[in-house]
């Protein structure tokens, strides 16, 4: 069935993941008259039974968090008993015992009113969002929740920030109870063909270390298993300077450690530049993620549509294009939200005329097969998440874009109702045999007609081009290209003027080996191109 098993590692990556299962729950097709949905739900979703015998659907996740970090998630779901309360340790004490308890978190007026089925919820903003589950509209199995308590969500007396707390916590956690034994193999064992685990996570604190020894142990123990790792960084220049320097030396560890483990890694940051639609909230992570999420969730819908249904791309034919010289496994993600107010479809005839630029033109073969200027990044895409970029105009970000080699790409559009039914796979297959033979970049194009819901758990005022729509048209990239070496010499020089003498030389050269694998001109150290 090609199954996704997710880690989610941490407060704000449990925020990116939870607007993620949101959007996977709106894809069930509940009522007798609704179409078939499109997406394979079984590769996200386990079935199971209840403890009456009633089916029950739960995402195939394992969910990090702090102490304090759940909210007022019940544990159980609603789908679960708890059943009876193990009292023995009570028992073989015969004297009084006094119990402290902290105060529960009060369920959120949202959650609350989806409990009782109500169709029309309270409306959501960026101060009744106080966590996470304050908007998840998922059951989870009682195995997802892993609550550490070995530290406190938003302490100031020990906080959770420096990558090497990270590394500790996860040893120490090993040590006592075998993670992979407790947590993980229980879902790699119901999968039938794993397709990928894939780890959401903040790089720029100390859930960057524990995801680095977390990849470790799974890499030891799934050799050829896809590892795909989204990592969360913070907008370069916000905070204070020596928390700025902390998540820079953190982004420098994550990027150096986990890259060289993953098979791929993918940065996300806000870009200080975006587009007058977007409206965002940049204090609130509820905002912040779902613009994140968006992008994410676009970017991989091809790894779960339904075969048939339009060309599916597994996480590893993404890499194979993205990673085609072997030593390039960090991509940047971009994303444009297309107006719908711009399209003047007709779905049986195909396109007639379209005012949005950022729309291929014509069938999705044939601008595959334009697209020839070897390897240049002919990008109009309006947001980038990775760090390091053009913060001033969309102008100066196409400019930019000019500048850059791309040596492997992959495009997912949706929600454009004829672009789905223009490639076959044999197209598909001929255009790739003519790509190699043309030497040009790697490059998978995907394609579907469902657009991103836009729910009530999304702010609804956040994308002003769809504000009173239910969905929107999604165009998304991922790429490697001369970017990330730019990026990654910027961290080797932080770097070097920062870390102590003792981890400096190890991460300084580290970063440098990564950022030569992303210049122009590099490959594999072949020498057939000689002979």
Same mark, same amino acid.
């Given at each position: 069935? =090609?199954? #996704?098993?997710?880690?989610?590692?941490? =407060?704000?990556?449990?925020? @990116?993941?939870?607007?993620?299962?949101?959007?996977?729950?709106?894809?069930?097709?509940?009522?007798?008259?609704?179409?078939?949905?499109? #997406?394979?739900?079984?590769?996200?979703?386990?079935? !199971?039974?209840?403890?009456?015998?009633?089916?029950?659907?739960?995402?195939?996740?394992?969910?990090?968090?702090?102490?304090?970090?759940? !909210?007022?998630?019940?544990?159980?779901?609603?789908?679960?008993?708890?059943?009876?309360? *193990?009292?023995?340790?009570?028992?073989?004490?015969?004297?009084?015992?006094?119990?402290?308890?902290?105060?529960?978190?009060? +369920?959120?007026?949202?959650?609350?009113?989806?409990?009782?089925?109500?169709?029309?919820?309270?409306?959501?903003?960026?101060?009744?969002?106080?966590?996470?589950?304050?908007?998840?509209?998922?059951?989870?199995?009682?195995?997802?929740?892993?609550?550490?308590? *070995?530290?406190?969500?938003?302490?100031?007396?020990?906080?959770?920030?420096?990558?090497?707390?990270?590394?500790?916590?996860?040893?120490?956690?090993?040590? *006592? =109870?075998?993670?992979?034994?407790?947590? #993980?193999?229980?879902?790699?064992?119901?999968?039938? +063909? @794993?397709?990928?685990?894939?780890?959401?996570?903040?790089?720029?604190?100390?859930? !960057?270390?524990?995801?680095?020894?977390?990849?470790?142990?799974?890499?030891?123990?799934?050799?050829?298993?896809?590892?795909?790792?989204?990592?969360?960084?913070?907008?370069?220049? +916000?905070?204070?300077?020596?928390?700025?320097? #902390?998540?820079?030396?953190?982004?420098?560890?994550?990027?150096?450690?986990?890259?060289? /483990?993953?098979?791929?890694?993918?940065?996300?940051?806000?870009?200080?530049?975006?587009?007058?639609?977007?409206?965002?909230?940049?204090?609130?992570?509820?905002?912040?993620?779902?613009?994140?999420?968006?992008?994410?969730?676009?970017?991989?819908?091809?790894?779960?549509?339904?075969?048939?249904?339009?060309?599916?791309?597994?996480?590893?034919?993404?890499?194979?294009?993205?990673?085609?010289?072997?030593?390039?496994?960090?991509? +940047?993600?971009?994303?444009?939200?297309?107006?719908?107010?711009?399209?003047?479809?007709?779905?049986?005839?195909?396109?007639?005329?379209?005012?949005?630029?950022?729309?291929?033109?014509?069938?999705?073969?044939?601008?595959?097969?334009?697209?020839?200027?070897?390897?240049?990044?002919?990008?109009?895409?309006?947001?980038?998440?990775?760090?390091?970029?053009?913060?001033?105009?969309?102008?100066?970000?196409?400019?930019?874009?000019?500048?850059?080699?791309?040596?492997?790409?992959?495009?997912?559009?949706?929600?454009?109702?004829?672009?789905?039914?223009?490639?076959?796979?044999?197209?598909?297959?001929?255009?790739?045999?003519?790509?190699?033979?043309?030497?040009?970049?790697?490059?998978?194009?995907?394609?579907?007609?469902?657009?991103?819901? @836009?729910?009530?758990?999304?702010?609804?005022? /956040?994308?002003? &081009?769809?504000?009173?729509?239910?969905?929107?048209?999604?165009?998304?990239?991922?790429?490697?290209?001369?970017?990330? &070496?730019?990026?990654?010499?910027?961290?080797?020089?932080?770097?070097?003027?920062?870390? !102590?003498?003792?981890?400096?030389?190890?991460?300084?050269?580290?970063?440098?080996?990564?950022?030569?694998?992303?210049?122009?001109?590099? *490959?594999?150290?072949?020498?057939?191109?000689?002979?």
């Amino acid at each position: 069935m =090609h199954e #996704i098993v997710t880690l989610q590692l941490g =407060h704000r990556a449990n925020y @990116l993941a939870t607007h993620f299962w949101n959007a996977q729950e709106s894809y069930f097709d509940y009522g007798a008259t609704s179409e078939p949905s499109t #997406i394979d739900h079984d590769i996200h979703f386990r079935p !199971g039974q209840g403890p009456k015998g009633e089916d029950t659907y739960t995402p195939r996740t394992l969910i990090y968090d702090l102490k304090g970090g759940f !909210g007022g998630l019940r544990k159980w779901g609603g789908l679960y008993d708890q059943g009876d309360v *193990d009292d023995t340790a009570n028992n073989l004490w015969d004297g009084n015992v006094v119990k402290q308890q902290d105060a529960p978190i009060i +369920q959120s007026a949202y959650q609350k009113a989806l409990d009782e089925g109500l169709d029309n919820p309270p409306k959501l903003n960026s101060q009744t969002v106080r966590y996470w589950s304050d908007f998840t509209r998922v059951f989870y199995h009682p195995r997802s929740i892993a609550q550490i308590n *070995d530290y406190e969500l938003r302490s100031t007396i020990v906080p959770f920030e420096k990558w090497e707390s990270g590394e500790e916590l996860f040893s120490k956690l090993d040590k *006592d =109870h075998d993670l992979l034994d407790r947590d #993980i193999r229980p879902w790699t064992e119901e999968c039938d +063909q @794993l397709q990928a685990i894939q780890i959401f996570a903040s790089a720029d604190d100390a859930w !960057g270390g524990f995801a680095s020894k977390y990849i470790e142990s799974l890499r030891d123990e799934y050799g050829k298993t896809s590892i795909w790792f989204w990592g969360l960084e913070e907008q370069a220049g +916000q905070g204070q300077r020596a928390n700025r320097l #902390i998540r820079t030396v953190n982004n420098a560890q994550s990027l150096q450690s986990i890259s060289t /483990m993953a098979s791929m890694y993918v940065p996300l940051a806000v870009p200080a530049y975006l587009p007058p639609y977007i409206q965002l909230d940049q204090s609130s992570q509820w905002h912040v993620s779902a613009l994140l999420s968006m992008a994410l969730e676009s970017m991989t819908l091809p790894s779960r549509q339904k075969p048939g249904d339009a060309i599916r791309g597994l996480l590893g034919d993404m890499e194979a294009a993205l990673n085609a010289n072997g030593n390039q496994r960090i991509a +940047q993600l971009q994303c444009s939200v297309i107006d719908a107010s711009k399209l003047h479809l007709s779905t049986a005839e195909g396109p007639q005329a379209t005012n949005d630029h950022r729309i291929p033109a014509g069938s999705s073969l044939q601008n595959l097969e334009n697209e020839d200027q070897v390897g240049k990044a002919k990008s109009n895409l309006d947001i980038s998440f990775s760090t390091g970029e053009p913060s001033h105009t969309a102008l100066s970000l196409r400019q930019w874009a000019k500048s850059n080699h791309v040596f492997g790409k992959v495009e997912s559009l949706r929600g454009v109702p004829w672009i789905g039914y223009q490639v076959d796979d044999d197209d598909v297959t001929k255009s790739r045999k003519r790509r190699r033979l043309a030497s040009l970049p790697p490059m998978e194009r995907y394609s579907t007609s469902l657009p991103y819901p @836009l729910l009530d758990s999304f702010p609804d005022s /956040m994308i002003q &081009s769809a504000s009173r729509a239910k969905s929107t048209a999604i165009q998304a990239t991922l790429s490697t290209t001369t970017q990330i &070496s730019k990026r990654t010499k910027g961290l080797q020089n932080i770097v070097s003027r920062t870390v !102590g003498v003792s981890e400096r030389e190890a991460l300084s050269n580290g970063l440098g080996e990564i950022a030569e694998a992303y210049e122009e001109g590099w *490959d594999s150290g072949s020498d057939e191109a000689s002979d």
